[in-house]
């Protein structure tokens, strides 16, 4: 057992306490041996299936299932026809997936910074963005929380840009009462094991168009189509397909989706529990002086995904660094999400630079993410409170 280093005594919990997880139940389990018993492992009856429920679960017309979020992102900006030359405006605060999408086309992201309350992306810095190069937006549900859609939207239409939101965080969120999903050209969910529901490794992308969906399709299996109304060329047999353009093999399986179907049945309830628990942080910890909590948008029910602290460091007596490893002694699993893409090494030797976004930059140095998962028990949820308050007093400045 470890003991905290700040006093000698024991740690907040015996256990390590994780700052996210899936939850696996026995029916979940059961859906995945029946697909292991059955004929088809991958390229199946339950990928189409598992697409149609996340699609009509969203409120979107189509789904295209893949192997990861990342894929989906991929395949979101090569069937939006971006190129190189081309200009894409992505949220700096995110993982790097949502810019690295861009980067695989050949075209070039262009971070905007986010809201100072939200931490979403900023609607103005967006516009301020635009060239003549741009040909799109990648706007991301930061914690699970939307985006401001409709302003988005409207930024979009008068520029001629396509629109894909990053909504690995969200699935099952609501923007103005819907959910999100359908509500621009593309929408990405995730199924990582940390996210809403998972299928071990796996996303999709939504959206109402069919030119876009027919394009992903193709994308997704090495750019084969089987379909014979889709054929350029005459048909020569039975066994014919047609490779019509350059794709990759960014199928799912049939397993992943048997998990995902289950997995879908009990969103609902996993929200509700993320939220339960968020509002438990949120009544406790606005009682601890040095803390500052993400704003809540009113127009929006926010899928919850993960939880992010903000310390008022000049009311401590040391940085973020030490009191995150304090934390960490005291078995509580925090996290960072995310750093600014740009201040990798990787974009550094792109000729991105530290202070594009300093609103983003400042979030960086700040914040901690604190666990945050279904499977947490009201203990689990007391513990990291406490071992919160513990460390924060001991290095409180005032």
């Given at each position: 057992?470890?003991?905290?280093?700040?006093?000698?005594?024991?740690?907040?919990?015996?256990?390590?306490?994780?700052?996210g997880k899936?939850?696996?139940?026995?029916?979940?389990?059961?859906?995945?041996?029946?697909?292991?018993?059955?004929n088809?492992?991958?390229?199946?009856?339950?990928?189409?299936?598992?697409?149609?429920?996340?699609?009509k679960?969203?409120?979107?017309?189509?789904?295209?299932?893949?192997?990861?979020?990342?894929?989906?992102?991929?395949m979101?900006?090569?069937?939006?026809?971006?190129?190189?030359?081309?200009e894409?405006?992505?949220s700096?605060?995110?993982?790097?997936?949502?810019?690295?999408?861009?980067?695989?086309?050949?075209?070039?992201?262009?971070?905007?910074?986010?809201?100072?309350?939200?931490?979403l992306?900023?609607?103005?810095?967006?516009?301020?963005?635009?060239?003549?190069?741009?040909?799109?937006?990648?706007?991301?549900?930061?914690?699970?929380?939307?985006?401001?859609?409709?302003?988005i939207?409207?930024?979009?239409?008068?520029?001629?840009?396509?629109?894909?939101?990053?909504?690995?965080?969200?699935?099952?969120?609501?923007?103005?009462?819907?959910?999100?999903?359908?509500?621009?050209?593309?929408?990405?969910?995730?199924?990582?094991?940390?996210?809403?529901?998972?299928?071990?490794?796996?996303?999709?992308?939504?959206?109402?168009?069919?030119?876009?969906?027919?394009?992903?399709?193709?994308?997704?299996?090495?750019?084969?189509?089987?379909?014979?109304?889709?054929?350029?060329?005459?048909?020569?047999?039975?066994?014919?397909?047609?490779?019509?353009?350059?794709?990759?093999?960014?199928?799912?399986?049939?397993?992943?989706?048997?998990l995902?179907?289950?997995?879908?049945?009990?969103?609902?309830?996993?929200i509700?529990?993320?939220?339960?628990?968020?509002?438990?942080?949120?009544?406790?910890?606005?009682?601890?002086?040095g803390?500052?909590?993400?704003?809540?948008?009113?127009?929006?029910?926010?899928g919850?995904?993960?939880?992010?602290?903000?310390?008022?460091?000049?009311?401590f007596?040391?940085?973020?660094?030490?009191?995150?490893?304090?934390?960490?002694?005291?078995?509580?699993?925090?996290?960072?999400?995310?750093?600014?893409?740009?201040?990798?090494?990787?974009?550094?030797?792109?000729?991105?630079?530290?202070?594009?976004?300093?609103k983003?930059?400042?979030?960086?140095?700040?914040m901690?993410?604190?666990?945050l998962h279904?499977?947490?028990?009201?203990?689990?949820?007391?513990?990291?409170?406490?071992?919160?308050?513990?460390?924060?007093?001991?290095?409180?400045?005032?």
């Amino acid at each position: 057992m470890r003991k905290l280093s700040i006093n000698g005594g024991e740690p907040t919990r015996e256990i390590f306490l994780p700052y996210g997880k899936q939850k696996i139940d026995e029916e979940d389990i059961e859906e995945v041996i029946k697909v292991l018993k059955g004929n088809f492992l991958t390229t199946g009856p339950k990928v189409e299936k598992f697409e149609k429920a996340v699609a009509k679960y969203v409120g979107a017309k189509y789904g295209v299932a893949v192997c990861n979020g990342t894929a989906g992102l991929h395949m979101a900006c090569a069937v939006c026809g971006f190129k190189k030359g081309d200009e894409v405006i992505v949220s700096a605060m995110t993982f790097v997936a949502s810019s690295n999408c861009v980067l695989y086309t050949g075209a070039t992201p262009v971070f905007a910074d986010i809201d100072e309350d939200t931490y979403l992306i900023d609607v103005e810095d967006i516009k301020r963005k635009i060239t003549k190069k741009t040909k799109g937006i990648i706007c991301v549900d930061y914690t699970g929380q939307p985006v401001n859609i409709n302003a988005i939207n409207e930024i979009a239409k008068e520029n001629n840009l396509y629109v894909i939101e990053d909504s690995a965080h969200s699935l099952g969120a609501e923007y103005k009462g819907v959910k999100v999903g359908g509500l621009v050209d593309c929408t990405m969910f995730s199924f990582h094991p940390v996210k809403p529901i998972t299928t071990g490794e796996g996303g999709i992308i939504t959206t109402n168009d069919y030119e876009l969906y027919k394009k992903m399709k193709m994308f997704r299996s090495h750019g084969v189509t089987k379909e014979e109304d889709e054929f350029l060329e005459e048909k020569e047999g039975l066994w014919s397909y047609e490779q019509q353009t350059l794709g990759y093999n960014y199928r799912i399986t049939d397993i992943q989706c048997g998990l995902g179907i289950s997995q879908l049945k009990k969103i609902d309830k996993f929200i509700e529990r993320r939220i339960e628990i968020s509002n438990t942080y949120e009544e406790e910890l606005k009682k601890i002086d040095g803390i500052k909590l993400q704003k809540q948008k009113g127009d929006v029910k926010s899928g919850r995904h993960i939880f992010i602290i903000r310390l008022q460091l000049n009311k401590f007596k040391v940085d973020k660094k030490t009191i995150f490893e304090s934390l960490i002694k005291e078995n509580i699993g925090v996290n960072v999400h995310y750093r600014p893409v740009y201040l990798n090494p990787y974009y550094k030797q792109l000729g991105y630079k530290k202070g594009m976004c300093p609103k983003s930059e400042k979030l960086y140095d700040e914040m901690i993410t604190i666990p945050l998962h279904v499977g947490m028990e009201n203990k689990d949820v007391l513990d990291v409170i406490n071992g919160l308050k513990k460390v924060l007093e001991f290095y409180y400045r005032g």
